[in-house]
């Protein structure tokens, strides 16, 4: 069975650029998370979604930061506009039915310049 | 969800027992504690969890003390391929948002 899987793996932008990160979830999980990492920091929870809908997006920074589930299937992070201290290691997980046990992908490293 | 303590760090010998503290004095009786590691570059990874037995799986062991205020997580017989940063994290079942503290680097020494 497939992990979860996220794209890109790297991801060079300028600032002011956007960026777009997509996870794919285990196949059968309706809990998807996104956490990052920024430099030097500790793993970050972002938001969580159950199925297609937001549960809880009370990590996300600000709102340059949107997340979307359509479908309830994969799940992408749209960063716009970047700004440096985005930089940082942007993790996806998921897990079954309301398991605390999340599988995490191998994560995006994002690079704004 | 309560917080934990680890050491920063840690140093072991492969082929011996790696035993990793976390102190959880403030844990509530229906919060879990739960075991993840990370490794290099990779995704944070789950190795195990328990509430108040103590716990054996494929990966490692967890022992829980009677007053559920500590535990270690156990490597019976580590090799190099163990080295990462472990984090123990106390989170009620169900809760859904993992809170990572700065965790163990665990080295493991030829």
């Known amino acids: 069975e497939a992990g979860v899987t996220q794209f890109p793996s790297h991801s060079v932008i300028e600032k002011g650029q956007t960026v777009t990160l997509r996870c794919d979830p285990i196949s059968g999980h309706d809990n998807l998370y996104w956490y990052r990492r920024v430099m030097g920091k500790e793993i970050k929870f972002l938001l969580h979604?159950?199925?297609?809908?937001?549960?809880?997006e009370s990590g996300m920074p600000n709102n340059r930061f949107l997340a979307e589930r359509t479908g309830g299937t994969y799940s992408t992070l749209k960063v716009q506009p970047a700004e440096l201290e985005d930089s940082g290691v942007y993790f996806c997980?998921?897990?079954?039915?309301?398991?605390?046990?999340?599988?995490f992908g191998p994560g995006t490293r994002l690079l704004v310049l | 969800d309560a917080k934990t303590t680890q050491p920063p760090s840690m140093d072991c010998a492969e082929g011996r027992a790696a035993n990793l503290p976390c102190n959880h004095s403030?844990?509530?009786?229906?919060?879990?504690v739960y075991w993840y590691r990370q490794i290099h570059s990779q995704g944070p990874q789950y190795i195990i969890h328990?509430?108040?037995n103590n716990e054996t799986n494929e990966m490692a062991s967890l022992i829980i003390t009677e007053d559920r205020k500590s535990s270690t997580l156990i490597l019976p017989h580590a090799t190099l391929r163990d080295t990462a940063v472990y984090y123990c994290?106390?989170?009620?079942?169900?809760?859904?948002?993992?809170?990572f503290g700065q965790g163990t680097r665990l080295t493991i020494n030829p």
């Open positions: 328990g509430l108040k």
């Open positions: 403030t844990i509530s009786g229906n919060e879990y």
């Open positions: 997980a998921s897990s079954q039915d309301r398991s605390v046990t999340q599988y």
């Open positions: 979604f159950v199925k297609e809908s937001k549960q809880d």
């Open positions: 994290i106390s989170i009620l079942q169900g809760a859904q948002k993992l809170v």
